[in-house]
């Protein structure tokens, strides 16, 4: 089905490859092997540069992708590809964020374990990676709907305010007001920093942010593009 011109590449199997369940192993007319599901070979797609990429999807109606259960996401969220990030997880086609803990060292940029956005850090932030009116004003909450259930990677977490929030593999997930296009990502890569000022308030969420983020030198959050 495909020849050496177009951008499909057979997903190739080694010599001494045996069927497995409905994997099958299929000779080709120039000899070569390749893996094939349910008796259909099977492609790699060559502008998939990152894990979770689609690209050839919508390419030729006479392709899909082969997929083999399908993962559960709330209504409106679609998977949407950003150029120079790949594909990211979307709202209405606008893009979702997710916001981390990080450790900040005075006198250079955020550095050691600033990027970790390991599961249980984002558990133990929940909704509190924006909280206050000040934060609430730039980041909107995905909110959940009344009834909504954890499922799979999705789950459902619940805010200060008593609202619940959908949370993507442990972290809680926003839409940037600065996004007026679909497609645009300007809440990307952006830092909050807390600043005390001799505020109890602050001390307390410095302190929180520290204990998450591993901080010693100082804390805030770090904003990024969620990806699926």
């Given amino acids: 089905m495909c020849s050496s011109d ?17 994997f ?33 999807q919508a390419l030729d109606d006479r392709w899909q992708v082969a997929a083999l259960s ?39 940029r955020n550095l050691r374990d600033s990027f970790t956005v390991a599961y249980f850090r984002g558990k133990r932030l929940g909704g509190e990676a924006c909280s206050d009116d000040g934060c609430l004003a730039t980041w909107q909450p995905f909110r959940a709907p009344a009834g909504a259930r954890s499922t799979g990677f999705w789950e459902v ?9 959908w949370a993507y593999k442990g972290f809680a997930l926003y839409t940037h007001t ?33 204990a998450i983020g591993n901080a010693a030198g100082g804390a805030g959050i770090y904003w990024h593009i969620a990806k699926p």
């Fill in 6 to 22: 177009l951008p499909w590449l057979p997903l190739i199997a080694p010599a001494l490859a045996s069927d497995v369940g409905k």
């Fill in 157 to 165: 977490i619940r805010r200060r305010d008593g609202t619940d929030q």
């Fill in 178 to 210: 600065g996004d007026t296009a679909p497609g645009q990502n300007r809440g990307h890569a952006t830092y909050e920093f807390t600043d005390p000022a001799g505020r109890a308030e602050a001390l307390d969420r410095i302190a929180q942010l520290a």
């Fill in 70 to 108: 399908s993962n559960f996401r709330p209504s409106d969220v679609t998977v949407t590809t950003l150029s120079g990030y790949g594909d990211v997880l979307s709202l209405h086609d606008m893009t979702l964020y997710a916001g981390s803990a990080f450790e900040k060292y005075w006198g250079g």
């Fill in 24 to 56: 099958s192993a299929i000779t080709q007319p120039d000899g070569s092997r390749q893996w094939a599901y349910s008796g259909r070979a099977l492609y790699r797609f060559e502008d998939d540069l990152l894990p979770g990429d689609v690209r050839g």
